[in-house]
Nanobody, 127 residues
Framework: QVQLVESGGGLVQAGGSLRLSCAVS????????MGWFRQVPGKEREIVAA????????VYVDSVKGRFTISRDNAKSTVYLQMNGLKPEDTAVYYC????????????????????WGQGTQVTVSS
């Protein structure tokens, strides 16, 4: 059983920074492609950033390029999302996700590629 536990959300003013963390359980956690998604009420969950199993490849949605950075520390089984230059439109519940059925695969961008999800952490950016 894989568990993902997110932390680091909160309330921040526009222009501020937050770092989200996602601790992944399981002895093969370092082999999973990982992603960060976000969702606002009434809208579909969208991908924010994704990273391959080694951390050598990353991808971002256009709206966060240059502001957000996804990374991972496989020794700690943790994935991070560093968010700088936050904007009110970044307000959402952020979820991390693991693609446990696709070990050692490159970057996965689709919601349906991921089979385990964290509980979500709220990020609120005030103007």
């Amino acid at each position: 059983q894989v568990q993902l536990v997110e932390s680091g959300g909160g309330l921040v003013q526009a222009g501020g920074s937050l770092r989200l963390s996602c601790a992944v359980s399981g002895r093969t956690a370092s082999t999973y492609p990982m992603g960060w998604f976000r969702q606002v009420p009434g809208k579909e969950r969208e991908i924010v950033a994704a990273i391959n199993w080694s951390g050598g490849s990353t991808v971002y949605v256009d709206s966060v390029k240059g502001r957000f950075t996804i990374s991972r520390d496989n020794a700690k089984s943790t994935v991070y999302l560093q968010m700088n230059g936050l904007k009110p439109e970044d307000t959402a519940v952020y979820y991390c996700a693991a693609a446990t059925k696709s070990p050692f695969i490159g970057i996965l961008r689709r919601l349906q590629d991921y089979d385990y999800w964290g509980q979500g952490t709220q990020v609120t950016v005030s103007s």
